[in-house]
């Protein structure tokens, strides 16, 4: 998260997915190199209980969470995606 704009990043809503199917909602709070993640008025998503993939309509409200950077496998704005020119891509010829 080095190269996110910190002023556009902090105090927003972030959707927050570890391996082990836990889906989380928050407001970031903040992080560290490690990833590891300050959350307020985190919410998660309860799973169907006969189906683990399935998320249901119910949430548990958790409050304030650290998560461990090693939980994360996905960290996204709740406020969607702007798509952008790949920075890497060569022009032809060079």
């Known amino acids: 998260m080095t190269s996110m704009d910190h002023g556009r990043t902090m105090f927003k809503m972030w959707h927050w997915k570890p391996p082990y199917i836990v889906e989380v909602t928050g407001t970031l709070k903040g992080y560290d190199q ?3 993640l300050v959350l307020d008025e985190a919410v998660e ?10 998320t249901t309509d119910q949430t548990r409200r958790l409050g304030l969470i650290v998560c461990r950077g090693t939980a994360v496998m996905l960290v996204s704005p709740t406020d969607g995606t702007d798509e952008i020119a790949n920075p890497f891509v060569q022009p032809d010829g060079a």
């Open 34 to 36: 490690l990833l590891n």
């Open 45 to 54: 998503f309860l799973r169907d209980a006969d189906d683990p993939l399935k």
